[in-house]
């Protein structure tokens, strides 16, 4: 009895050994719809202490090559990020980066309640992003200038949006940008002449209202890391994974 007793004790031992500590940086995104909700559970799942850092997709790459972070969290197109951050580092060897897709959503532009529009094609969206349309009234709206509001450099949606529904950069010049994404909706929600770039759920919290449109831009949410992730890595990327089914459906 004594001999199981011992074996247990030892077991318990060797698992609190094994147990490692991993810090997390990147989207706010990736964390309100991830992490927030389910770090608890995938710290079990792994076996796994996190330490959760929210700020942008680019400042958790940033923080992987600097090694301040073991896995950053993206919210957009990973081509698109790394696009971005070579502007400002030239130098790193982003062919180290490897990506897993965690948990697909949707982005959401926001209008304000004043502003009549529900609906709208994405060829005449790609024409207000790109600076082609700048007034509500050419697409059916009021007589206002169209403001386009989100996130500076850096941001997750912005890059989706880019990356599928432009195939470059946004282009309007009437733009107010902010520094995390809960700022586009509040900004939104005051200025009638707003379209806000964000994430559905946001949307959908707040007091702006979704402008649909008739082909949605998907938005991917990913843990990446520097290099080939260890076993140990993978549990907390497998957990992670997990996690996403239990998520409340979009």
């Known amino acids: 009895m004594r001999a199981v007793a011992l074996i247990f004790v030892l077991l318990l031992g060797c698992s609190a050994a094994a147990a490692q500590s991993y810090v997390v940086q990147g989207s706010t995104t990736f964390t309100h719809r991830i992490m927030d909700a389910h770090l608890a559970e995938i710290e079990m799942g792994s076996g796994h202490r996190l330490t959760v ?6 400042l958790g790459l940033l923080a992987l090559f600097e090694k301040r972070a073991d896995f950053a969290m993206i919210s957009g197109p990973l081509n698109a990020e790394v696009q971005a951050l070579k502007q400002t580092h030239p130098d790193f060897d ?14 959401a532009f926001a209008v304000n309640k004043d502003n009549p529009l529900r609906h709208l094609d994405n060829d005449r969206m790609r024409a207000i992003l790109l600076g082609e349309i700048t007034n509500w009234k050419a697409v059916g709206g009021q007589d206002l200038p169209i403001r386009i509001v989100h996130v500076r450099d850096g941001g997750g949606v912005q890059a989706s949006v880019e990356a599928l529904l432009l195939g470059k ?21 005051q200025l009638p002449e707003a379209l806000g770039l964000s994430q559905l759920t946001i949307v959908r919290n707040s007091n702006a209202v979704e402008l649909k449109l008739d082909r949605p ?18 549990k907390v990327i497998e957990a992670a994974r997990r996690s996403e089914k239990t998520a409340t459906p979009l």
Not at 95 to 107: D, I
């Open 94 to 107: 982003y062919g180290q980066l490897r990506s897993f897709n965690v948990w697909s959503t949707r982005m």
């Open 53 to 58: 850092i929210p700020n942008k997709s680019s």
């Open 217 to 234: 831009v998907e938005q991917h949410l990913d843990l990446v890391t520097l290099g080939d992730p260890t076993s140990e890595m993978m």
């Open 169 to 189: 950069s946004i282009n309007a010049k009437n733009v107010i940008l902010v520094q995390i994404s809960s700022q586009v909706v509040k900004i939104v929600s």
